[in-house]
């Protein structure tokens, strides 16, 4: 009969994984900063408030993706603990996902589509419900289900806030350049 693979064993086969996913995060999260500052005129202006709320949208999906690396390169005997900061983990990123649809709703911009809005909140939405599963997974010792699940989140957090940047810099070019040619009219 096999021996139980340990948690520590388990998760040194997602060590590149992490520190991948870390890396992709954190290089992502500084381009969204020197993007950011190149239209910081746009985002602070008071009708910039859904470009505001975009912003901190994606910058908050590259932390969590941060976080999660940290925590699963950290060296930890074992699986509850971190089960139990994953399952935290998600609901902190639950409340801020509910308090930014909040915002958007209330002010959604004037060039912010229904089918993206759908996609920046279901999918993010989606990371939440498998980071909590995984924590609950790796809790209950589910090393293999809950690590898949977490990986899965990974790229859902890591794919909607670059597609979220990606969007948030196309809007104000379009934004900006409304604004120019209604100027010269």
Known sequence: MDAPVTFAAYVERWHEYYVLAGTAAVTLMGLLFVALSLHLDEIVRDEGAHFSSMAMGAFI???????ISLILLMPIGGGRPVG???????LMRLVLTLRGS???RRDPGPSVR???????YLLPLAAVALLIASGCGLLLRQFEMGMAGLSTAVILLLVTATRTAWDLIVLIGRHKLDRAGSAKG
């Open 102 to 104: 909040g915002a958007i």
């Open 114 to 120: 229904r089918s993206y809005l759908i996609f920046r």
């Open 84 to 90: 139990m900061t994953i399952i935290v983990i998600g």
């Open 61 to 67: 999906s590259f932390v969590y993706v941060l976080l």
